[in-house]
């Protein structure tokens, strides 16, 4: 079965240090892996993606993510936190085609001075 | 151009009653997905149209929520003699037909309550 585990349900981070959210999957196929930022009241937003290739794929807003098949990962980094980073992110899976995604239950972020 | 909208943005009724979410995708978009996100959760995916049809509807829970796109283009999602479990965010997304995993764009969602 096709899952996300976001081991992390909150993490808090003082602004300008570096931060990293796990995500691991479980998936039969090439997994196509996904980012998203939910802030309160407002809709998912892509933070970027991994379909093939380069395994450390940069996005919007100075993210990363680095996609590791031995160790069935997809974690999101950035090096230097803002205030304005507080948010719900979650992980997620899909295949290729235009298949629905499984979504991790997400990593709140709260971000101290 | 306009991004995916949902209307209405927040929706209260009482338990029995019927209800529908309606989704306008993004112009052109011909793929069209529905999910549900409960509270402290992640999105869970209900159903997904191509075209004007149900590509995949596995994820709707009972036969209380129906989902129609009969132009291919705006969706309705109705629910049937609502239930206090049905409380939740409704989202919708929209994303191009194409051979990769092509992104899907998110709506606000409509919040639903159900007294």
């Known amino acids: ?113 | 151009g306009a991004g995916v909208s949902q209307t209405p943005s927040n929706k209260v009724t009482e338990k029995g009653k019927y209800v529908e979410l309606r989704c306008d995708p993004i112009s052109g978009h011909t793929a069209l997905y529905w999910y549900r996100q409960s509270l402290g959760q992640g999105p869970e995916f209900l159903i997904y149209f191509q075209g004007t049809g149900a590509a995949d509807d596995s994820g709707l829970p009972n036969d209380r929520f129906f989902a129609v796109r009969p132009e291919g283009s705006v969706s309705t999602l109705k629910i049937q003699r609502t239930e206090r479990g049905d409380s939740a965010v409704y989202l919708c997304a929209s994303s191009l037909m194409g051979s990769g995993a092509d992104e899907q764009f998110f709506g606000p969602g409509t919040r639903l309550t159900v007294l």
């Open chain 1, 1 to 113: 079965a096709q899952s996300v585990t976001q081991p992390d349900i909150h993490i808090t981070v003082s602004e300008g240090a570096s931060l990293e959210l796990r995500c691991n999957y479980s998936y039969g196929a090439t997994p196509y892996l996904f980012w998203y930022v939910q802030s309160p009241g407002q809709g998912l937003q892509l933070l970027l993606k991994y379909f093939s290739g380069d395994t450390l794929v940069q996005g919007i807003k100075g993210f990363e993510a680095e996609f590791k098949r031995s160790q069935s990962s997809f974690n999101l980094r950035k090096p230097s936190v803002h205030w304005s980073d507080a948010a719900e992110y979650f992980c997620a899976v899909g295949a290729r085609g235009n298949t629905p995604l499984v979504f991790g239950k997400g990593t709140r972020l709260s971000v101290i001075a």
